[in-house]
C-alpha cells in the first residue's frame, strides 16, 4: 500500500502538536503532572527502562513469552477439538452445552482461580491468555467447517471422495480462512488475558509493572506503559495480517 | 442393456409431495439425451438418482447393468455451478476428479493439460478461480468432466448462468468434446433451444409430479455447430415441436407454468 506523503505530513503535524501541546502545558502547570505526566517524561522513564540495567525488557519478555504460549497452546487444542467436531458431529452435540457455559462466563473472573492454582509465576497468565483464545478459535473453527460449499461436497461425493479425503481436500482448505481471521482475533485475546491477569496479580510482566506504577503515582511510566501495549498490539495484528494474507493468496 | 435403464421410477418426498411420477427412460450407449421441463419438475431429482446420491424407493434404475452407486466411477456429473475449489488454481482443479480417483499423477496433469488447450484455457493454467469470468470458470468444469473416463456423463444446467453469447459458446465446446469421444450424456435444462441443438433426443417432462410427456427425437445431422442452427429452419421445426410438446404437458398436469 502507498501512502500519500502529503497524508503522513498531516499525521507528522498533528502528532508534534499533540505532544508538543502536551509538553507545554504540563511544563506550565496548566497540567497536574501527577495525572498526566509529560511527554519527556515518559521519553526518559523509557530511555532508563530499556537501557541496559532497566528492567522493562524482562517485563516485556514475560508479558511476550506468556502471550505467545497461551496463544500456541490456546489455538492447537482449539482448531484440534473443531476439526474433531467435523469428523464427529455427536461430539459437538454433546459438548455444546457445556463450551456455551464456560464461552459465557467472562474468563478474567477466573484469574482470582487461576492465581490460586498456578501461583503468581506465568503459568497463572498462561492460563488466563489461553482460556480466552481457546474459544474465539473453537468458535471461527466451527464456523469455518460449517460455511463449506453444499456443491463441492456433492461433486466430491459423486467422484467417490472418502470421508478422509473430503476431510482434507475440501473441509480444510475451505475452513482455513475462518480459522485464520479468529487466530488473528486469538493472539489478541491472549494479549488482553495475559495483561489482565498481569495487573490482577503476578511477579512480572507489563501489565504488572502497569499496576505497580500507578499504585506509587508514576504517570510518565503509567502512559509509557500504555503506548508500549499499543505498539505491542500493533505490531502482534499486522504480523497475523501479513501472514494471513501470504497463506490465503488465493483469496 | 442401454447405458441407462429407467424403469417405473417414483420419487416421495415426504407423505404427501410425489416429485417424480412413474418415470421409464431407456439410453443407448452414446446417445445424447436432454431432459427439459418447468422448474421444480424433478429433473435435478432424477439425476441425483442416476448418482446415488438420493437413495432410491420405488421403481428400478440401471447404470451398464449395475445399481447406482454414490461414487460410481461409470459416472462424470457436472453441477449447474462449476464448483472449482477456490484455493487451486485451473489446472489443479482441472486434475481434481483424477485425482479422487486415483489417476497417477503425470497422467492426470497431461491429460488435464491437453484439456485446458482444447477448452480454450491455455495460459491461464496458474490462474485461481477468481481471476476466471463465469465462462472460463465453467470451462474449467468442463475439462474437469471430460477429463474422467466415465462412459456415462451427467450435466445437471451447467450453462443456466451464462450470458446469451457464451452459453452458445460453452455448448459448441461441449459438442466438439463430445462428438470426438461419443460419451453418453444426460443433460438437465429448462432452455429448450439448449436441449434441440445439443441433443439426439429430448425428454419432456410436465410440472409436478414430474412425469415423462415426450420422448423427441431431433434428426438434425452431426457434427452441429449450435451457432449455425441459430438461423436453421430445421432446428426452429424441432424447437416449435418441442416447446407444444411441454405446453402440453403442463396443461395436462393442471396449467401450472412454473412453480
Same mark, same amino acid.
Given at each position: ?7 503522513? *505530513? ?70 484440534? *477439538? ?170 | ?160 448462468? $451464462? ?34 441443438? $445439443? &441433443? ?5 417432462? &410436465? ?53
Amino acid at each position: 500500500m502507498k501512502r500519500d506523503p502529503s497524508t503522513v *505530513l498531516v499525521h507528522v503535524v498533528f502528532v508534534a502538536a499533540f505532544f508538543g501541546l502536551w509538553e507545554f502545558a504540563s511544563s506550565n502547570e496548566w497540567l497536574n503532572r501527577t495525572f498526566f505526566g509529560s511527554p519527556s517524561g515518559i521519553v526518559r522513564y523509557l530511555i532508563k527502562g530499556f537501557a541496559p540495567g532497566g528492567k522493562l525488557w524482562l517485563e516485556l519478555g514475560y508479558t511476550v513469552a506468556g502471550t505467545v504460549i497461551s496463544f500456541v497452546l490456546g489455538a492447537v487444542m482449539a482448531i484440534a *477439538l473443531g476439526l474433531s467436531f467435523a469428523v464427529f458431529p455427536r461430539l459437538e452435540r454433546a459438548m455444546d452445552p457445556y463450551l456455551t457455559v464456560l464461552n459465557a462466563m467472562p474468563r478474567l473472573a477466573l484469574a482470582p482461580l487461576f492465581l490460586l492454582w498456578f501461583g503468581l509465576g506465568i503459568g497463572s497468565k498462561i492460563a488466563v491468555g489461553t482460556s480466552l483464545s481457546f474459544f474465539i478459535v473453537l468458535a471461527n473453527t466451527v464456523a469455518g467447517i460449517r460455511g463449506v460449499s453444499g456443491d463441492l461436497i456433492t461433486l466430491s461425493r459423486s467422484l467417490g471422495a472418502t470421508p478422509m479425503q473430503i476431510f482434507f481436500k475440501v473441509t480444510l482448505p475451505s475452513a482455513v480462512p475462518v480459522i485464520a481471521s479468529g487466530l488473528r482475533l486469538g493472539l489478541i485475546f491472549s494479549m488482553l488475558g495475559v495483561i489482565g491477569a498481569e495487573i490482577i496479580a503476578a511477579e512480572h510482566g507489563l501489565g504488572q509493572t502497569l499496576s505497580y506504577l500507578q499504585s506509587t503515582f508514576d504517570m510518565d511510566g503509567v502512559m509509557a506503559l500504555l503506548f508500549l501495549l499499543a505498539l505491542l498490539g500493533m505490531v502482534v495484528t499486522t504480523g497475523m495480517t501479513r501472514l494471513e494474507r501470504a497463506l490465503l493468496r488465493w483469496q | 442393456m442401454g447405458a441407462i435403464d429407467i424403469f417405473r421410477l417414483s420419487v416421495r418426498f415426504g407423505p404427501t409431495v410425489l416429485a417424480v411420477d412413474d418415470f421409464t427412460l431407456n439410453i443407448e450407449k452414446g446417445e445424447f439425451v436432454s431432459i427439459v421441463g418447468p422448474s421444480g419438475c424433478g429433473k435435478t431429482t432424477v439425476l441425483n438418482l442416476l448418482t446415488g446420491l438420493v437413495p432410491l424407493e420405488q421403481g428400478d434404475i440401471s447404470i451398464l447393468g449395475k445399481v447406482p452407486v454414490v461414487g460410481n466411477p461409470d459416472i462424470a456429473y457436472m453441477l449447474a455451478r462449476d464448483s472449482l475449489l477456490p484455493w487451486r488454481t485451473t489446472i489443479e482443479n482441472a486434475c481434481y476428479g483424477t485425482e479422487v480417483r486415483g489417476v497417477a499423477r503425470s497422467e492426470r496433469v497431461a491429460r488435464a493439460r491437453a484439456l485446458l488447450a482444447k477448452v480454450g484455457l491455455d495460459g491461464f493454467e496458474d490462474a485461481y478461480p477468481k481471476a476466471l469470468s463465469h465462462g472460463m470458470r465453467q470451462r474449467c468444469a468442463l475439462a474437469r468432466t471430460f477429463s474422467l473416463d466415465s462412459p456415462i456423463m451427467l450435466m445437471d444446467e451447467p450453462f443456466g448462468a $451464462l450470458d446469451a453469447q457464451t452459453k452458445l459458446q460453452l455448448e459448441d465446446l461441449l459438442l466438439s468434446l463430445w462428438q470426438a469421444e461419443k460419451r453418453t450424456v444426460v443433460f438437465i435444462t429448462h432452455d429448450i433451444a439448449e436441449a434441440v441443438a $445439443l &441433443s439426439d433426443r429430448v425428454i419432456v417432462m &410436465s410440472a409436478r409430479p414430474g412425469r415423462i410427456v415426450a420422448d423427441v427425437r431431433i434428426a438434425l445431422p452431426r457434427p452441429r455447430s449450435v451457432r449455425a442452427l441459430q438461423k436453421d429452419h430445421d432446428f426452429h421445426e424441432c424447437y416449435s415441436q418441442v416447446w407444444s410438446e411441454l405446453e402440453r404437458g403442463i396443461a395436462a398436469s393442471g396449467g401450472e407454468p412454473a412453480r
